[in-house]
């Protein structure tokens, strides 16, 4: 199997580390570099009882109510690597590794938990408690990107509300969980659970001493005893990368906004915003979980890749949701390589209008530098001024209901620039 990629970081601040009474969640989705991430919108909807959902490559059975979603996925697949839904909850996952081994067999995705978790979770614990369950019943595995060679991994959470935030790690059906209620944290591609435990599955600890891995004495740090002997080179290098990103946070504690999470989301130095190699962040995310339950819940979300040459774009969950065409991919059906078996035996063309364009502009932006620098700046100004609205939003200097179609006019603006 080829070495596994570094892929993701998720963030989040909560008060006192965040300079307003907010929640503020930011995610980098790192995949392969060709892969194109769409941001789609699913509404709430109720389902008759004894139906079904299809995920990727499983289909288990639906939930009665699901929430409404924002998500923003892999166009392939039917998951999400980040999202949110309207009751304020953000969800990210992480590849991960561990001394359980990973099943290429098809089950549910990681991403596949992230979407469900949304869907079906009104509150950060309770989508850990949807994905917890459906590990349980499902279990995960499958092939985690769209190429005939196996690659399947474990996933990490990071499960976020307007309250708290809870890190779910997991191997295979086991997981352990952290509540985190104060200033910041992140998580990358390993383990970091150790004996902060909060909650975890009941036969965590008696596998862990079956298998030889723990004797059973002194304290049980997760981290240490579910980390793999010989772990993949690159899932080494991640150290750095989460190192690099707390150093960031704690710079930043007392005083995290958005902006300032965008801006995380964008250093190249930390190795947080990829841009080089077979794999690059090709979607960014960033959250605004105001405490007041007032307030709206913003999220942000660039729909392409690389945040440094990209722009956040806000979205605001209200009754009139506008057409998503710009952002979601061509859909093809029975006839997807996907969806065939055998899978990924060919490769269709799923760019968006907004990932196109943007496309377009980057190469662009390359062959005459000062050109493209100049319609970059123009729409860091727009990213900029979108900011300022929000806070005069949340600050209840601008009607919430003028925000609604914010996003979709902001495509609108950035498809129109790079023309």
């Known amino acids: 199997m080829a070495e596994p990629p570094l892929s993701c970081d998720c963030f989040v601040s909560l008060p006192p580390g965040s300079r307003d009474d907010h929640v503020i969640f930011g995610k980098n989705s790192d995949r392969p570099r060709d892969e194109v991430q769409e941001v789609v919108f699913y509404p709430a909807a109720a389902h008759p009882p004894g139906s079904s959902v299809e995920c990727t490559y499983i289909q288990i059975p639906q939930a009665e109510h699901t929430h409404a979603v924002v998500l923003s996925r892999p ?71 769209e190429a005939p060679e196996p690659f399947s991994y474990h996933n990490t959470f990071l499960l976020v509300d307007r309250t708290e935030a809870w890190v779910l790690e997991t191997a295979g059906r086991l997981w352990v969980a952290q509540k985190v209620t104060a200033g910041v944290k992140n998580i990358s591609n390993q383990l970091t659970i150790g004996t902060e435990i909060s909650a975890e599955h009941p036969e965590l600890r008696s596998v862990a001493r079956s298998q030889g891995w723990w004797d059973g004495e002194g304290e049980f740090n997760f981290s240490q005893v579910f980390s793999p002997e010989n772990p993949p080179a690159r899932m080494e290098l991640a150290k750095q990368r989460y190192r690099g990103g707390t150093a960031l ?81 061509p859909q093809y059906g029975p006839d997807d390589p996907a969806r065939r078996r055998p899978r990924f035996q060919s490769q269709v063309d799923r760019r968006h209008d907004l990932y196109k364009a943007h496309q377009g502009a980057l190469s662009n932006m390359d062959a005459s530098q000062n050109e493209g620098l100049a319609v970059y ?37 950035e498809i129109k620039f790079y023309q």
């Open 249 to 329: 946070m704690q710079q930043h504690d007392g005083s995290v906004t958005a902006e300032v999470m965008m801006s995380i989301l964008r250093d190249k130095p930390s190795g947080i915003c990829m841009d080089s190699g077979g794999f690059c962040t090709t979607g960014s995310m960033v959250s605004v979980l105001p405490r007041d339950p007032g307030l709206p819940c913003i999220h942000f979300f660039t729909a392409t890749p690389d945040p440094s040459r990209s722009i956040f774009k806000p979205f605001v969950f209200s009754e009139r949701v506008g057409p998503m065409q710009r952002v979601a991919s």
């Open 377 to 413: 700046e123009i729409l860091r100004d727009l990213e900029s001024q979108c900011l300022v609205d929000i806070l005069a939003m949340l600050s209840g200097e601008l009607p919430g209901e003028e925000l609604g179609d914010l996003f979709f006019d902001c495509v609108d603006a």
């Open 75 to 145: 166009a392939w697949l039917w998951g999400a690597e980040m999202g949110a839904n309207d009751q304020g909850v953000c969800v990210g996952n992480e590849a991960v590794w561990t001394r359980e081994p990973v099943s290429d067999g098809e089950a549910l995705l990681g991403m596949d938990l992230v979407r469900l978790g949304l869907e079906r979770g009104a509150s950060a614990w309770a989508a850990l408690e949807v994905i917890t369950g459906l590990l349980e019943d499902h279990g995960q595995g499958g092939p985690c990107r």
